[in-house]
């Protein structure tokens, strides 16, 4: 028998087919591989490729916009925001628009072709996450922005355009309607209990053990009871933490601990899925609330989303979270 | 300068890129075409091959499951939920579950192998939205099923596993979210305004013009303002109507009509592109509200959807909507 199950947080109903439960191997999705090494603008020595660097981790002794870099921020050469200008925020009749304002930044995590944040050293996935913080921290200065979204597509399936490992970042002058959908059902949760609703998910999870991928002193694994897709990872600090912008600098590796073990396993089970990855966080301009709780969702894309998925909101999903808990845990 | 415009139903805002607007070639998605004619499982004659029927319109000396058919209702042969046994409705810790109860139907739309509606004769449309029609007034009388989806695949890329022409109609104990978001907004504009946000919308389109495909005196057939895809298509009475499944007799001719001529302009304009069709209607269990009304949404998918659109709800659409109407009303 099919299980509907229900989304906590914004209510939203998947089905999930224990009938017919699919294994790893039953999804022949491509690996991912590389196929355009030479020519790249992502690899070092091509650096006069992108346009010029906002920030970039390099060698004391190095020139901006050349060889000797970790890592590497750049507009995005096809930007969909535009830095400069102003909102002009307008009505016509029914409808509202305002000017497509905002920033769209690459963030370039290796000089070296890799295809994933799998094979970056830990040390190498902790700076990343420190550009992150100090990317959203500039970003957050401007009266404009009220949003930052970092984001990362893998594979061509999962709408990267260049396969040299990269996350994107794009900041925007509104919410995006799924976190405001998020904040608002952990608020109606929050009226209705007093308690943050993530606070209350990971507290059930550590308990139920059958959704656990991992945890450590920080952070929480777990494939969500409600996964739209299988695999669906996501990753929770333990303590309440509101805006990703903040991490405070002890969870730094932790974060890149656990982020590094995830990819591993789910290259491992899933031998070298397209994936995305998305940090969902509190807007700039809402304060520390006792109820929004930023975590990063991982979603491999090895099933092909049809009409009625993304047109109704109703996933069905052949995998049950907890074999696909079973197949990372057995990962070593 | 891009745009960001809000989708006014639920709120949503996209980027509209109005600066590097593509134009409809500059899509290399390859054209749908027949591979698979041997041995479909949905042509005349291959009866046996799947379920037996639930219905069909076929030739008064014709038997069940033999050739003699125009259109044939089979049950999926995959279902995503199950027909028999209970809800058994359950919380679990903050978690709450249900039975996969509904139904899972296909509705072959031809006996011959054709891959789309555009070549089906009106008169076989007008067939096949009576079937709809027929097929959700018959589900509603379960009383376990509160929503009736019908939505039609084409092409694998949106997610089609038979290339044949056919609808699919999924009948759940649950109303998916994207509908209950839309009645939610439909609910406040109608609190705040007095009127169905939905006939405001066509008034405004109808005055304005720029995103007006096609008219007549029942239906209107548009590119949405805040359009997530290129050349998204809505078609929406004209008279305020709440539930598909009481559509009057006389609107199917209409219907029937102005479906297959936007299909055709999508096809020619797009070069038989993959899509979906979805019809959004109001719950079985809703009386006639004065706020919602159903209507058809036609999306091509010819562009590929990056994480962070599905996974914060925030499309970037490359083609303005008044530019996809002017090409679409172009095409005789």
New interface residues.
């Given amino acids: ?6 989304d ?1 947080i ?4 998947i ?3 224990s ?2 439960a699919q294994r790893p191997d039953d999804f022949k999705m491509p690996p991912v591989i590389a196929t355009k090494r030479e020519n790249c603008p992502f690899c070092e020595g091509k650096e006069n490729q992108t346009p010029p660097e906002i920030m970039a981790l390099r060698k004391p002794d190095s020139n901006p916009n050349s060889p000797g870099w970790q890592i590497r921020v750049v507009p995005n050469k ?1 930007p ?3 830095v400069g ?1 102003n909102l002009d925020k307008k009505g016509m ?8 304002i905002g920033a769209h930044e690459v963030i370039i995590e290796s000089p070296e072709h890799l295809l994933s944040m799998a094979p970056l050293a830990e040390e190498q996935i902790r700076n990343l996450l420190l550009v992150y913080r100090e990317r959203l921290n500039d970003l957050k200065n401007n009266p404009y922005l009220i949003y930052g ?1 970092i ?3 893998v594979g ?5 355009s260049l396969e040299h490992t990269h996350s ?1 970042l ?1 900041a ?3 919410v ?6 998020e904040i608002t059902g952990c608020k109606n949760f929050f009226d209705y209990r007093g308690r943050c ?1 993530f606070c ?2 990971i507290a ?1 999870e550590l308990e ?1 053990k059958e959704r656990l991928v991992l945890d450590d002193e920080n952070f929480i694994a777990l494939n969500p ?2 996964s739209r897709f299988p695999f669906e990872t996501w990753i929770l600090p333990k303590q309440h933490l509101t805006h990703f912008e903040n991490i405070p600098q002890s969870l730094i590796p932790p974060l890149a601990r656990i982020l590094k073990d995830i990819f591993i396993r789910l290259e491992k089970a899933l031998n070298y899925p397209p ?4 940090i969902h966080t509190t807007p700039f301009n809402m304060f520390e609330a006792e109820y929004y709780h930023w975590h990063i ?1 991982i ?1 491999p ?1 090895i099933t ?11 996933y ?1 999903n052949p995998v049950p979270p907890e074999n696909a808990t079973n197949y990372l845990r057995e990962i070593i």
């Avoid at 028998?1 to 229900?6: A, G, T, V």
């Avoid at 009749?93 to 497509?100: A, L, P, S, T, V």
């Avoid at 995006?176 to 959908?181: E, G, H, K, S, V």
């Fill in positions: 028998m099919p299980e509907l199950r229900k906590p914004i209510g939203r109903w089905i999930v087919a009938d017919r096809f969909a925001l535009s200008g009749g029914i409808y509202d628009r305002m000017n497509g979204l984001f990362k597509n061509e399936t999962a709408g990267a994107q794009i925007t002058p509104i995006p309607i799924r976190i405001n959908q609703i209350d998910i059930q139920d009871f409600a994936y995305n990855m998305l969702e979603i894309r092909r989303m049809a009409g009625f998925e993304w047109g109704t909101g109703f069905i």
